[in-house]
């Protein structure tokens, strides 16, 4: 029987067996301290020399930075030992003496360490970042599954464009052209239909020859669509939806964000309502801040700064100009000009974490911005269709995780927040 | 305000106004007897002549199937209506008359309903279907997040192939060769080592220029992955997760089973332990039934079926011969011409569910497979260094969604369990 460290708080003067790796080790005359990782916690591990046989004092002695072991031992409450507990070893078993392991305490390269992601992984501040995304990715289909959403999974194998092939990637399927998916939105459409309130969320995909600390040429994103809703339907749900994320983390990986030192305060104040503003008015503070954009264009990234740090919450944008917006969006009837749209851009300086709009239920309408777009009409052959069999308004948006994980956490970068990332040249491994 | 079907219990007696679409209508004399859905479920509507106004009469009359309405009226209780409840009509406003609906009660060709998936969909039996398809995700989620899993999430555009490239998707990453992957089991092996105990859960694609019932390009795989376990920790893990995720389905969609007509009686028996079989055994069975195969390759389709009829819970079938089976896996130390590895096959005919093994975590006998296997070492150095730093015996398996949606189901074809189906001749919609 083994026991995981995060269980060893149920043992406590009980003589339990652990397996895991060494993460430290110090030495103090006939004293070793093994600090021992097993992806469940860490805990110190005592070696007394009178207490084990010779030979496994000698072997102890030989350990390097994650070598693998299998510790027995007794467990004692110590408040000065990291995680409160530790074990006074009987006996220990070496799986293997680590070969020199390249990832050491001091600073490395950022190359390096991409190069070697597959180690890095096991450090602790990495392995923190694992498990808060683990959390925020939980929290996201809680939320969905908690309020009567069905998860409608769309495909990564598409045939047609949403928006343009330019930053897709193509592929050969059995002799026809199929791009890899960067949005289920259409298919959340159809799905919507269906079941009334429907998600997706998984993997998608940008072939975009740019490198920001942003950007990831595969992400996760998750996508919910509602039929029956308006602008102001998913307003509201987008700022309950990220709120009860924030706060999931927030009550179940405070030890993790302890670890890599978020500051929560910030966190603490993310609850409904979040202030919302129009396009105009964002302009407004945008121009008494200086901005160059010209109005009626997209937000630089300089501009999504300054909105970002001008509110202590995420702050929803809303009706863009509908030029530089898709060509699914519904109008605004106030302003023909303008698109029933909204972006959410997260605080200290985040900036979007998600997009959204109404769609389009009219089918002529529909058809005449297919048009205008000059897409395939074949092509959205289905699409249309939704809107002849009785169509209904319906609204949706598109959250990305890895910049919501970078936001939680207070990352530099978006290269930290996911696994094994995926960029301009970085595949490896 | 507005309410879903589903919670129309909650307002017997109330006035309420549900928004949907029409699934049939009924005329009886100056009854009207609509059958709405919402997605959340479904009511029947009477509108009785003397109770709304004359144009809204009228406006009923003129509905057909699918179209979108907005209905206010009583709930009240009626064990003859379908569902149990009925709704007193006092107002209705369409939203549109729909086009003739193109999927009718009458019997279509497979070829026109997945040419129309986008409005199949709607229909109850498949809307029921992928009901069930998200209870059993949700259900493996569960499963592992309850058990101290953590999810790390592996990527799908992956330089080196797994086991070969022939049945790969390739792609141009900005020059670079890239595959869509079909496992992330490498990866996986890499996380447990970080987190102890890990699970991958996403979509995976096979290029395989087959037309089966049980194949699609496609599909979506959970790959569970723990350090320190032996073949014996992941047989029982598999059985356990097995009989989670079926019960879970009989207590949660238990209406929906009963919608497509599954009879319950076999899954209520699946629980552990399940019959655990040697290749050997299991070719033993099979000559008794008079199999061509000969001993040492893989099972036919035939074969599956057989030893899947042989027995009413799942069968796992372990040790299979090592020539036949993937270059990372452990040698029985029995036997070193058999692997450590096992098969799930459901009962009722379904097959194989689950296929997994206990790793290889010696550097040198790796070396040595991938060598032979004429595998490009270079690829392979992250997969490599997880045996330097650390090594310990890890095992895992991945389960396929959609053979366990058609097993749970009772499907005859895989492309009714899962929302878009990607087939050899099928990428629409």
Redesign the interface.
Known sequence: M?T?I?NVHEHIGEEITI????YNRTDKGKLRFLLVR???GTIQAVVFKGNVDPEVFEAVDQTTQ???LTVTGTVKEDSRAPGGYEMDVSHCEI??I??E?PITPKDHGTAFLME????W??SSR??AI??I??EI??AV?DFY?NN?F??????????AACEGTTTL??????G?K?Y?SQSGQL?NE????????TYCF??T?R?E?SKTRRHL??F?KVEPEV??ANLDDIMKLAEDFVSYVVQRVLEERKEELERIERDTTPLEKIEPPFPRISYSEAFVLLETEGTDTPRGSDFGAADETILSCSFDKPVIVHRYPRDIKAFYMQPDPEDSGSALCMDMLAPEGYGEIIGGSQRIHDVDLLLERIREHKLPVDAFK??L??R?????PHSGFGMGIERVVSWICSLDHVRET???P?M??R???
Chains 1, 2 share one sequence.
């Open positions: 083994y995981y995060q397996r895991g790796w060494l097993d992806g469940t994650e070598s693998s799986g293997q680590a070969g392991y070697n992601r597959h180690l992984l096991r990495q392995h694992l498990r995304r683990h990715i939980r289909r599954d009567g069905t998860l409608v999974d769309t495909p990564i194998l598409t045939p990637f193509e592929i050969d399927y059995f026809e199929a890899l298919y159809a799905a919507c239909m269906s079941v009334g309130k998984g993997p995909f072939a020859k040429m595969e996760s039929a029956w289905w699409y269709d939704l002849k069999y009785g169509t209904v996911i696994p094994f995926r301009l040249y595949m490896y491994p």
